[in-house]
Every structure is written in structure tokens, then in C-alpha cells.
């Protein structure tokens, strides 16, 4: 059981080490990180930009059923 563990655990790093990290090993500090930090703001944005547009639809196909569905 142990043995299958380790075994795991070697091919895990294994290839983590063929992995492509988004980020230049030669680098230091914070500045290593600017390709996964930009790619991070992308997301953030865009993620806050699809909730709008969602919110916003939301809000006006309510508002137009709401319209077309009161009572008088």
C-alpha cells in the first residue's frame, strides 16, 4: 500500500515537472508572477462584466414580463 503511494506521489512530480507554468522561472519577486497576475485581472473583469450583462438582462426581462403579466 505504501509503496502504490509513493509511486503515485513520484509520477505526480513527475509530471508537474513537464507541466508549462505561467510564469518565468529566471524571474524574482512579484514580477515572476506578471503573466498569471495579468491573466487574473482578464478573468476578474471579464467575469465582472458577464455578471453585469447577465444582472442587467435579468432586471429588464422581469420588468417586461412583470408588464405584460399584472393584474389590474
Do not use: C
Amino acid at each position: 500500500m505504501i509503496t502504490k503511494i509513493k509511486n503515485f506521489f513520484g509520477e505526480v512530480k513527475l509530471e508537474l515537472q513537464k507541466a508549462s507554468w505561467p510564469w518565468d522561472p529566471k524571474e524574482k519577486g512579484f514580477r515572476r508572477y506578471k503573466e498569471l497576475s495579468d491573466s487574473t485581472v482578464v478573468v476578474a473583469i471579464s467575469m465582472v462584466l458577464l455578471g453585469g450583462f447577465v444582472a442587467f438582462f435579468d432586471f429588464v426581462l422581469v420588468n417586461f414580463v412583470h408588464f405584460f403579466t399584472r393584474l389590474h
